[in-house]
């Protein structure tokens, strides 16, 4: 453990008051099963109404989908890992979603089509509803293309 | 998930859903739905007791009532929460599958 300083010191630098307990998922939608019981011990640890949790879970659930879906294009056993931090001085609880799939911003135009809205049942698009939810229902949103995958921060503010 | 139907007066049927319509819950109501979305003509969706609707549950919802509607049916949704009310409207649903909170109001809706 005595490289841990050295290690430390070459991360990127993100003040947290808690240590990041990471989520590690596989590309397959059965996985999905796992970020449920994660965010219930967030809720507990940081209190959060229901409201947001609501919130996160839907947001991490599309996002996480997405990457199954369309980042592997349902390739099973590559990696997605979901950390969070509560960077000091913010009452924001941001998540990060990180994968190493090609690249795809979900916060491009070009991600949601911009359809007319559907005047019939058979018209309603069953699908691509994903990114349209998550833009609503996060409190902040970015998203950055990394050498090798992609990384979506996604952040809920938390009351005082 | 839980999922149970019922009989109503003027030949509706109301299908209560009970949980959390993730991906997994979405997955175990599916067969079921498709079977009530195969014989009805008045369907009711009981939304009250959905704590969660995410995209997959959105899914389980409009196919089975595309069905209903494409055989000359139709489907109300009933009492879904803040949220999944929440949801639905983002996702438009909601001026294609009406939204009740009301249950006569939504039976009659159905006549």
Same mark, same amino acid.
């Given at each position: 453990?005595?490289?841990?300083?050295?290690?430390?010191? *070459?991360?990127? +630098?993100?003040?947290?008051?808690?240590?990041?307990?990471?989520?590690?998922?596989?590309?397959?939608?059965?996985?999905?099963?796992?970020? #449920?019981? #994660?965010?219930?011990?967030?809720?507990?640890?940081?209190?959060?109404?229901?409201? *947001?949790?609501?919130?996160? +879970?839907?947001?991490?659930?599309?996002?996480?989908?997405?990457?199954?879906?369309? $980042?592997?294009?349902?390739?099973?056993?590559?990696?997605?890992?979901?950390?969070?931090?509560?960077?000091? $001085?913010?009452?924001?609880?941001?998540?990060?979603?990180?994968? +190493?799939?090609?690249?795809?911003?979900?916060?491009?135009?070009?991600?949601?089509?911009?359809?007319?809205?559907?005047?019939?049942?058979?018209?309603?698009?069953?699908?691509?509803?994903?990114?349209?939810?998550?833009?609503?229902?996060?409190?902040?949103?970015?998203? +950055?293309?990394?050498?090798?995958?992609?990384?979506?921060?996604?952040?809920?503010?938390?009351?005082? | 998930?839980?999922?149970?139907?019922?009989?109503?007066?003027?030949?509706?049927?109301?299908?209560?859903?009970?949980? @959390?319509?993730? !991906?997994?819950?979405?997955?175990?109501?599916?067969?079921?739905? /498709?079977? !009530?979305?195969?014989?009805?003509?008045?369907?009711? !969706?009981?939304?009250?007791?959905?704590?969660?609707?995410?995209?997959?549950?959105? @899914?389980?919802?409009?196919?089975?009532?595309?069905?209903? /509607?494409? @055989?000359?049916?139709?489907?109300?949704?009933?009492?879904?929460?803040?949220?999944?009310?929440?949801?639905?409207?983002?996702?438009?649903?909601?001026?294609?599958?009406? !939204?009740?909170?009301?249950?006569?109001?939504?039976?009659?809706?159905?006549?």
């Amino acid at each position: 453990m005595s490289s841990c300083g050295s290690l430390a010191a *070459t991360m990127p +630098q993100v003040n947290t008051i808690k240590p990041q307990p990471r989520l590690t998922l596989q590309s397959q939608l059965d996985e999905l099963a796992r970020l #449920w019981p #994660w965010i219930e011990a967030l809720t507990a640890e940081y209190a959060i109404p229901a409201g *947001t949790q609501f919130a996160i +879970q839907l947001c991490l659930e599309e996002a996480i989908s997405n990457i199954i879906r369309h $980042g592997y294009r349902g390739q099973p056993d590559h990696p997605i890992t979901v950390d969070y931090a509560m960077p000091a $001085g913010t009452d924001e609880l941001v998540f990060t979603v990180a994968d +190493q799939a090609p690249a795809f911003d979900p916060l491009a135009p070009s991600a949601v089509k911009e359809t007319p809205a559907a005047t019939s049942i058979d018209q309603l698009q069953v699908g691509g509803q994903g990114i349209r939810l998550l833009r609503k229902f996060a409190g902040s949103l970015a998203y +950055q293309r990394l050498p090798g995958g992609n990384r979506l921060t996604i952040g809920f503010a938390l009351p005082r | 998930m839980q999922i149970s139907t019922e009989e109503l007066a003027g030949d509706v049927t109301k299908v209560a859903l009970d949980g @959390r319509m993730d !991906i997994q819950g979405a997955a175990a109501v599916d067969l079921k739905m /498709n079977i !009530i979305a195969g014989s009805s003509k008045k369907l009711l !969706i009981d939304l009250e007791k959905v704590s969660f609707l995410g995209s997959m549950g959105l @899914r389980s919802i409009v196919l089975p009532a595309r069905a209903v /509607n494409s @055989r000359g049916g139709k489907v109300v949704l009933y009492a879904p929460t803040e949220m999944v009310e929440s949801v639905l409207k983002t996702a438009g649903i909601d001026s294609l599958l009406p !939204i009740h909170h009301d249950l006569a109001t939504a039976i009659a809706a159905l006549q």
